[in-house]
């Protein structure tokens, strides 16, 4: 078995094109629209945030044990676990929705979802009611997640299309910091409101995005993939090139994902695609290895058992929890954008590669001074659990948390994409659930020995990655399906790039 191999650098035409934007998108009044409305889907991700944190928050509140007290820890797993569950059964229908209806509609009918949960979640007072409303939170998450980062990712300018993607998945980070902000404020509240209020202000990001939907436009590979070419080429003149309607850039990308989705369109578009050849085979790996490696790296104990962690290791009091939970987050989202960034600069694989060693190198030691508090009663070890934990999340967050979602959305072709994001959000939610359902469960048998198996889990994501993950940057949406399908040959060379601009000025 040989690792992948890295294709030449291509030069890639859409960036390097003549177009009528400013370099500084900040001056440039086009993309400063088409990025606020790429940064209202963005809410998608805060949100899954928000609700993926949610019940870390609310297990440090005393009054949340009205809901789950004397319920037994199977249970308290079931209730953890809700969101994912709902997750879990939503992802294919909103791949369809996706696909037939348009990426709008995908996402406001997950936000509506959320919002309803939302408010129907604060009145009740039975645990499995509570469940129920949990699951439709998590049925609205998953159908705005589906279509949210290929809304981003589709409709993004050429120049930052990796950035976006990459950032998309960072504001996971927002969320969860909201989340555990607001808990730790309610700790003190009196009364039933304490975990009512952070339920009822689940609805806050699928509101904004709903807001968004009137300013993002359609992704123009939707309506090209709907015969809609004229409207999916006004979308790009507009938002890529101020208008500009003769714009080389726009042009060439028109006509570039036209041949692309017309040559997909020629095979007809199902889920035994992905095993019609090696290359799509390869694809699906990566997106069933994406979603396994969100959540089996060890981040998932953490992430949604974080408070029995930290009991276990002396941190008892419920005030340092939740200000430990919140100084996690913080940590997250400021490794996650430093990663969002550094993946456009030195690569995807790179940062893959980087970041799972870091995770193995730091859970290893997290494992060690576990067992020499729990085995040897050294306190100072307990106390060192802290800082390995932030440290641990350091490589998480700069490769895990942008590459997940922007990763995938990348090396998958149009008429596999909604597909393809559905099989690593379904994989992600089917691995989440076993986490927060098994988690309660094993942790209290194995107590520290239970991070054994995640370092078992690591090692073998390493090796995949080094193996199986090729590197994406520097390439357009259509340019990266050449490396799966064995042509790295770039669209356009410096050659034609030249030529076109000389044809325009003598045009002129």
């Known amino acids: 078995m040989e690792p992948t191999k890295e294709p030449e650098t291509p030069i890639e035409a859409l960036k ?42 609310l297990l440090v509140l005393p009054e949340f044990k009205m809901i789950i007290g ?13 969101t994912s569950l709902g997750a879990f059964i939503s992802f294919i229908p909103a791949s369809y929705c996706a696909d037939t209806f348009g990426r709008k509609w995908c996402v406001g009918i997950g ?5 309803t949960s939302s408010l129907v979640q604060i009145g009740v007072k039975n645990h499995w009611i509570f469940f129920g409303m949990r699951v439709l939170a998590g049925i609205g998450v998953g159908t705005a997640q589906t279509a949210a980062p290929l809304l981003a990712t589709e409709i993004a ?6 950035t976006a993607t990459a950032l998309y998945n960072t504001c996971w980070c927002v969320g969860s910091i909201a989340s555990a902000s607001i808990t730790f404020a309610t700790l003190y509240m009196t009364g039933s409101w304490s975990w009512r209020v952070p339920c009822l202000l689940q609805a806050a990001y699928p509101v904004v995005q709903l807001i968004g939907l009137f300013i993002v436009p359609e992704s123009p590979r939707w309506l090209i993939s709907k015969k809609k070419t004229t409207k999916a080429y006004a979308i790009l003149a507009k938002y ?10 726009v042009q060439h990308e028109f006509d570039q994902i036209c041949k692309t989705i017309n040559a997909e369109n020629a095979t007809t578009s199902h889920w035994s695609s992905f ?52 100084g996690l987050q913080i940590w997250n989202l400021m490794f996650a954008f430093v990663g969002a960034v550094a993946s456009e600069r030195y690569g995807r694989r790179v940062l893959w590669l980087l970041g799972t060693s870091i995770m193995l190198f730091f859970l290893s030691m997290t494992t060690v001074v576990a067992g020499l508090f729990m085995e040897k009663h050294i306190k100072s070890a307990g106390v060192a659990v802290v800082p390995m934990l932030f440290l641990f999340f350091t490589g998480f967050d700069m490769a895990y948390t942008p590459l997940f979602i922007a990763y995938p959305a990348e090396i998958l072709p149009f008429q596999l994409r909604a597909k393809g994001m559905a099989v690593v959000l ?49 390439r357009s949406l259509e340019e990266v399906a050449r490396i799966f399908d064995h042509d790295h040959k770039p669209t356009t060379t410096v050659e034609e790039i030249d030529e076109k601009s000389s044809g325009e000025d003598e045009k002129k």
């Not at 004397?70 to 209730?79: D, F, V, W």
């Not at 936000?111 to 919002?115: G, R, T, Y």
């Not at 300018?157 to 990796?162: A, G, I, L, S």
């Open 16 to 57: 390097v094109l003549p177009n009528n934007t400013h370099r500084n998108w900040i001056k440039d009044r086009g993309l400063r629209k088409l990025n606020l409305g790429i940064a209202f889907m963005f809410a998608s991700s805060a949100g899954t945030g928000y609700n993926g944190s949610l019940i870390n928050g």
């Open 70 to 82: 004397g319920l037994e820890p199977s249970i308290i797993g079931l209730i953890i676990a809700a």
């Open 111 to 115: 936000s509506c979802l959320v919002i």
């Open 157 to 162: 300018h050429p120049r930052q299309r990796q």
């Open 240 to 249: 890529h090139a101020n208008g500009s309607m003769d714009d080389i850039l």
């Open 275 to 326: 095993f019609s050849s090696k290359g799509d085979m390869h694809r699906l790996f990566i997106c069933v290895l994406a979603g396994l490696m969100q959540e089996w790296g060890g981040n998932g104990i953490v992430s949604y058992y974080l408070a029995p962690i930290l009991s276990s290791v002396g941190v008892t009091r419920a005030s340092n929890q939740a200000a430990v939970n919140t």
């Open 426 to 474: 379904m994989t992600d939610a089917a691995a989440c659930f076993f986490n927060q359902y098994v988690n309660p469960v094993a942790f209290s048998a194995l107590q520290w020995k239970y991070y054994i198996v995640y370092v078992g889990c690591l090692i073998f994501f390493l090796t995949m990655v080094y193996f199986f993950f090729p590197e994406t940057k520097g």
